[in-house]
């Protein structure tokens, strides 16, 4: 079990304020739209840094997941039906912030036959509409492993399909809610083979400080490039309360670039995000360009 009192916040983990009038801006955008971001409902530490770029990681299907993770600050529980409006909202906010790079990611909906695959290729699809030129990253569940909903999905041509695996497989059954390591890769496998000829890359994730060995996060790494997955991101674990699963340790911005080091050289991805504060679509833009 992990520690459940780590040592204080380090320096590096604390983040600037700064950036209030055009937070503020696109909060009211956001609003007025009726939309939700995932910036806010999974309390991301970037917030600030990314709205003040006018950068926003949408959040669709509701606001309301029907799992109940424990590293997760989402809500949980029923969530409402579904708005067949949001795509064309979150297309508009796409034009009204001129974004050139956009992220749709999604609570999961086990409630829904598809798990919200149509929603999601009916939102990549209104976003081309608004502007062909603009990146898509489309970050989905794992649809409880229905490999068709997955295709739904890719027929709607993203640049990036981006499935965590959040941690390693040991820490899976108690951190992950409904979900295992298996199904994720095979989701991962199967949008690497299906999306190839598509032009999508695929994209996963990975939170360290969750108690994980070495051996375990390279095994991870290993099981992640066999599954096709070119792009990683590696980010701090922050336990949203002390109600979800505790800190095991802090690691020092140096372990994190040695991690990057390790997965590009050693495994072979071909773009690595990592860093304490890193998580799933931070830097998105520049790691599909890179």
Known sequence: MPNPKPERLPEWLKVSLDGAKPRNEVRRLLRSLKLHTVCEGARCPNLCECWQRKAATFLVLGDTCTRNCRFCAVNHGRPQPVDPEEPARVAEAVRR????????????????????AAHLAATIRAIREVDPTVGIEILPSDFNGDLAAADTVLAARP???????????????????????????????HASRQGEPLGVQTKSGLMLGMGETADELRQALADLRRAGVRILTLGQYLPPSPEHWPLDRYLEPAEFAEWERIAREEYGFAAVVSGPLVRSSYLAELAARE
Request: aromatic residues 6%; negative net charge; glycine residues 6%.
């Open 159 to 189: 640049d990036v399909f981006n499935h965590n695996l959040e941690t390693v497989a040991r820490l899976t059954p108690q951190v992950r809610s409904l979900a295992t390591y298996e199904r994720s890769l095979a989701v991962l496998a």
């Open 97 to 116: 912030l001129g974004l050139r790079f956009v992220v749709v990611t999604c609570v999961t909906r086990d409630d829904l036959p598809d798990g919200g």
